[in-house]
C-alpha cells in the first residue's frame, strides 16, 4: 500500500516529467530538472525512479496497457478474429498511432538495447510472433524482430522528422509488410 504523501510525490513526478517531456527532447531533460519542476528532492526522486527512463516508462505504461488491452480482447481485426495479416495491419496502424501521440516517451524509454528489455517490447514481439505461427510462417523468431524493427522509436522519429513522410504514409507502407503473412 503506497503511502499517501508517497503517491502525492509520485504524481507529482510524473506531471513534471510528462510536461517537461512534451516540451523537449527526453534527451535534455536531466533528473534535476523533473526534481526541480515536481518541487521534491532528488532523494524523493531518485528512491522512485533511478533514471530518466524509468520515467517515461512509467508514463508509457497505461498507453501501452490499453492497446495491450485491445490486442488481447478488442474487436477484429485489432483483436482476436480476423486473419494474422489483418491483425498485423491493425497493429502497425495502433503503433503509429502510439507514436505519433507519445513518441517524446517512447524516445525517453526505449533507446537502443533498452528496447528489448522492456515488458512493452516483450509483448509486442509475443504478439507478432503469435500471428506469424497462426499463418504458417517459418522463421518465427527472426521474423517478429524483423517486423517489429520499423516500430523503433529512433526509425519512426527519423521517418517523421527528416524524411517528412505523414503517419499515414508509414501506416501504408507497413501494411505493404504485412502481405508476408498472406497466404501463398
Request: hydrophobic share 40%.
Amino acid at each position: 500500500m503506497e503511502r499517501a504523501d508517497a503517491a502525492r510525490n509520485r504524481a507529482r513526478i510524473l506531471e513534471a516529467a510528462a510536461q517537461l517531456f512534451s516540451q523537449r527532447s527526453p534527451e535534455d531533460v536531466t533528473m534535476d530538472d523533473i526534481a526541480r519542476k515536481a518541487g521534491v528532492g532528488r532523494g524523493t526522486l531518485y528512491r522512485r525512479y533511478p533514471d530518466r527512463a524509468s520515467i517515461a516508462v512509467a508514463l508509457l505504461d497505461a498507453h501501452e496497457r490499453d492497446l495491450q488491452q485491445r490486442l488481447l480482447r478488442g474487436e477484429p481485426p485489432l483483436g482476436p478474429g480476423a486473419p494474422p495479416a489483418e491483425r498485423l495491419a491493425a497493429f502497425y496502424a495502433a503503433m503509429v498511432d502510439l507514436l505519433e501521440d507519445h513518441s517524446h516517451l517512447v524516445l525517453g524509454s526505449e533507446v537502443g538495447r533498452s528496447r528489448f528489455e522492456t515488458g512493452a517490447y516483450g509483448f509486442w514481439r509475443a504478439h507478432v510472433r503469435a500471428l506469424l505461427a497462426a499463418a504458417g510462417t517459418p522463421c518465427m523468431d527472426a521474423l517478429a524482430d524483423v517486423l517489429l524493427a520499423p516500430l523503433a522509436p529512433e526509425v519512426y522519429g527519423y521517418q517523421r522528422t527528416v524524411l517528412g513522410l505523414t503517419p499515414e504514409r508509414i501506416t501504408e507502407a507497413l501494411t505493404r509488410l504485412t502481405k508476408t503473412l498472406d497466404p501463398p
